[in-house]
C-alpha cells in the first residue's frame, strides 16, 4: 500500500513540488511498480550484496594542486552572478 | 546505411565539405528528429581542413553523431531535458576528445530519452525520434537519435550509452550495430550521470567492422574516471568454432522468436557448437535493476538545484521552495518518477527490502553470467522482446520497463554485450544480442563478423533485400 503522504514525503525529500493531481497519479504508479519489486523478497538473505563489479579500490593521485577552469567558464551558465560568485536562494526563512 | 568504407570510397572522388553539406541537408529535411543540436560550422571547417590534407588519424573526415547526454566542450549539450536546455558545457567528455584527436568530425548531439531514462525516446523534451523504417513507430532508446541517424544515413558513425539496454535497444530497432562494452573499458569522465555503477559510453555503427573501430578509439585509460579499468581495446578478428550458450530466459513475442530461432537453426548451429544455457536469477534482474538505477539516480539528479547551470526561476526564493520548483519545472515525468522511487527505496525503513535486496540480486545475476560463460565464448538471445513499438504504445511505466527485459542482466552484471541485425520481420528489424565475458569485445566482435557474413549470403542466396 502507498499513500498520499508517502508520496508527499518522498516529494519532500527529492525537493520536487508536486501538484494534488500528480500525487494521486504517482500513488497510482508507485503501488504497481513497488508491487512488481516485491519479487525480490524472494532473494536470499546470505548473499554478498554487489555494489560495483569489478574489485576495484580507490584511486589516488599525488595531492597537488592541478589547473582549474578559468572563473568565466565556471560561471557562464549560472543565471544569478554576482560579484564573480554563484548567487543562491536564501538558506534561512525571514 | 553507410559504412565507413563506403564514405572513404566517396571520399576519392567527392570533397569531403561536400559530402558532409549533402549530410546536413538530409539531416534538416529529415523527419526523425535524430538531433538535439547540429554542429554545422565547425563540422564544415573540419571538412575543408580534411580537404586540405589537413586533418589526420583513425577517424579522419568521417562523421561522428554524439548522443546529447556526452559533454561537448563549446556545443549546448541538454540532456534532452529542460533542466539543460541551454547547458554548455565548459569541457569535453573523454570520449569525445578521444574522437578530436583522431580526426573526426563531429556533427551534432542526438536526441534521447531525458537523462536516459526510457526505451522509446518518447521522454525527450525535444519531440519522439522516429524509426527509419517506419515514421509511426519509435527508434527505441534511450540513445533513439543515435539509432535513428544510423539507420536514416543521417550519419556513419554514433556514441550512445547504455545504462540498461540504451544502446542496444536502439541499435536492435534501427537495423544498426551497438555496443554495451564491459563496465570500465571506456570513460566515463564527461557523461551526465544517471546510473553510474550500471552506464557505459559505447559504439553505434552501421556494421560490426566499423562499431570495432569507433571501440578502438574511445577505450582507453583515463585517471579522471576512478572506475576505468585502463585498458586499451584492438579489433584482432579471430576464426574458430565458438561455444554459443542460448539462453533460456531471454525470449520474445512470435515475431522476434521465429526470427531468432531460424538465424540460430540456418546459420548459427550448422557454424558453431551450441549449447542452452539457463540462468534462474534473471527472474529478479528487473527488479533489481529499476531499484539499483532509480537509486543511482536520485542521488546523482540532486545536483540540479537552478543555481551553477541548468534551469533557473526568476526570482531567488527560499532555498527549499526555489529548489522544489526549479525540479519541478525542469524536470519530466518520467525523470521525477524515477527520483522518486529510487528516493523512496533508499529511505529509512525500505533500504534493506529495496537497495539491498536488490544488490544481492545483482550478485546472483553476475555469478550465473560467470557459470554460463565459464562454458561458452559467447551467449545470444533475442536483443528486445518485440519489433519496435508504435508512438505512444507503451503508455503505462511498469509496462514500459518490463521491455528492458532482455537488456538490463548484462548491466548489472558489467559484461560486454553486442546487438545486431539479424533481418527483417512485418518490414521491422530483429536484432541479436550477443554477450561475452569482462573485456572480451574481441571475441564477440569476431563471432558477430561471422554472423553479419552469413546472413549476407543468406540475403543474396534468397535472393532478397
Known amino acids: 500500500m502507498v499513500t498520499k503522504e508517502d508520496v508527499i514525503h518522498v516529494a519532500n525529500l527529492a525537493k520536487i513540488e508536486l501538484r494534488d493531481d500528480e500525487v494521486e497519479k504517482f500513488r497510482e504508479e508507485f503501488e504497481k511498480i513497488l508491487e512488481y519489486f516485491d519479487v525480490l523478497d524472494e532473494v536470499p538473505e546470505d548473499v554478498e550484496p554487489t555494489y560495483q563489479v569489478h574489485d576495484l579500490s580507490n584511486v589516488f593521485r599525488e595531492d597537488v594542486p592541478g589547473e582549474s577552469l578559468p572563473r568565466e567558464l565556471v560561471l557562464m551558465n549560472a543565471k544569478h552572478v554576482e560579484d564573480g560568485y554563484f548567487k543562491g536562494p536564501k538558506i534561512m526563512e525571514g | ?17 561536400d559530402l558532409i553539406s549533402e549530410l546536413f541537408d538530409r539531416i534538416e529535411r529529415s523527419k526523425l528528429n535524430a538531433f538535439i543540436t547540429l554542429n554545422k560550422d565547425e563540422a564544415l571547417r573540419l571538412a575543408e581542413e580534411f ?10 573526415g568521417i562523421p561522428v553523431a554524439v548522443k546529447d547526454n556526452i559533454s561537448t566542450k563549446g556545443l549546448r549539450t541538454t540532456c534532452a531535458s529542460k533542466m539543460l536546455h541551454d547547458y554548455v558545457p565548459p569541457f569535453d567528455a573523454h570520449v ?3 574522437l578530436r584527436q583522431e580526426g573526426a568530425i563531429i556533427i551534432g548531439k542526438t536526441n534521447m530519452d531525458e537523462f536516459a531514462m526510457g526505451t522509446t525516446t518518447e521522454t525527450s523534451f525535444f519531440g519522439v525520434v522516429r524509426n527509419p523504417f517506419d515514421l509511426e513507430r519509435v527508434a ?3 540513445s533513439g537519435g543515435s539509432g535513428a541517424c544510423l539507420g536514416g544515413e543521417e550519419s556513419v558513425l554514433a556514441l550512445g550509452s547504455d545504462t540498461g539496454g540504451s544502446i542496444r535497444c536502439p541499435a536492435s530497432f534501427c537495423g544498426v550495430v551497438g555496443l554495451k562494452p564491459t563496465y570500465g573499458l571506456v570513460s566515463r569522465y564527461g557523461l551526465i550521470p544517471y546510473a553510474n555503477s550500471l552506464e557505459q559510453i559505447g559504439p553505434m555503427a552501421c556494421c560490426v567492422e566499423d562499431c570495432a573501430l569507433l571501440l578502438e578509439v574511445i577505450a582507453g585509460r583515463d585517471w579522471r574516471d576512478s572506475t576505468n579499468a585502463g585498458r586499451e581495446f584492438e579489433f584482432r578478428p579471430v576464426d574458430r568454432k565458438f561455444r554459443v550458450g542460448v539462453i533460456r530466459e531471454m525470449g520474445g513475442n512470435d515475431d522476434v522468436m521465429g526470427k531468432f530461432e531460424e538465424v540460430v537453426n540456418d546459420i548459427v548451429r550448422p557454424n558453431f557448437e551450441v549449447v542452452e544455457v539457463s540462468m534462474p536469477s534473471f527472474m529478479f534482474a528487473l527488479p533489481a535493476y529499476y531499484i539499483i538505477a532509480m537509486s543511482e539516480a536520485s ?14 526561476l526568476e526570482k531567488l526564493d527560499t532555498w527549499t521552495r526555489y529548489f522544489s520548483k526549479v525540479r519541478a519545472e525542469g524536470f519530466g515525468e518520467e525523470v521525477k518518477r524515477r527520483i522518486m522511487l529510487g528516493t523512496y527505496a533508499l529511505s529509512a525503513g ?25 562454458d561458452c ?22 509496462t514500459m520497463y518490463k521491455m528492458d527485459v532482455n537488456t538490463v542482466p548484462i548491466n548489472l552484471a558489467g559484461v560486454p554485450a553486442l546487438s545486431i541485425p539479424i533481418g527483417f520481420v512485418k518490414g521491422l528489424p530483429v536484432g541479436m544480442q550477443i554477450i561475452g565475458r569482462f573485456f572480451e569485445e574481441n571475441t564477440i566482435f569476431s563471432f558477430a563478423l561471422k554472423i553479419e557474413e552469413a546472413l549476407r549470403d543468406e540475403v543474396q542466396r534468397k535472393g532478397v533485400a
Open chain 2, 1 to 17: 546505411m553507410i559504412t565507413v568504407k563506403e564514405w572513404k570510397e566517396r571520399l576519392e572522388s567527392e570533397s569531403c565539405y
Open chain 2, 377 to 398: 565464448d559467447v551467449l545470444i538471445a533475442p536483443t528486445m522482446p518485440a519489433l519496435p513499438f508504435r508512438i505512444g504504445e507503451l503508455a503505462d511505466p511498469l
Open chain 2, 96 to 98: 569525445v576528445e578521444r
Open chain 2, 51 to 60: 580537404d586540405r590534407g589537413k586533418l589526420k588519424g583513425k577517424l579522419a
Open chain 2, 350 to 374: 525500505y533500504y534493506g527490502k529495496y537497495y539491498l535486496k536488490a544488490l544481492k540480486a545483482r550478485t546472483l545475476v553476475k555469478r550465473d553470467f560467470e557459470r554460463a560463460l565459464k
Open chain 2, 299 to 312: 542521488s546523482n539528479l540532486a545536483r540540479y538545484d537552478g543555481v551553477r547551470y541548468g534551469y533557473a
Open chain 2, 140 to 142: 527505441g532508446g534511450s
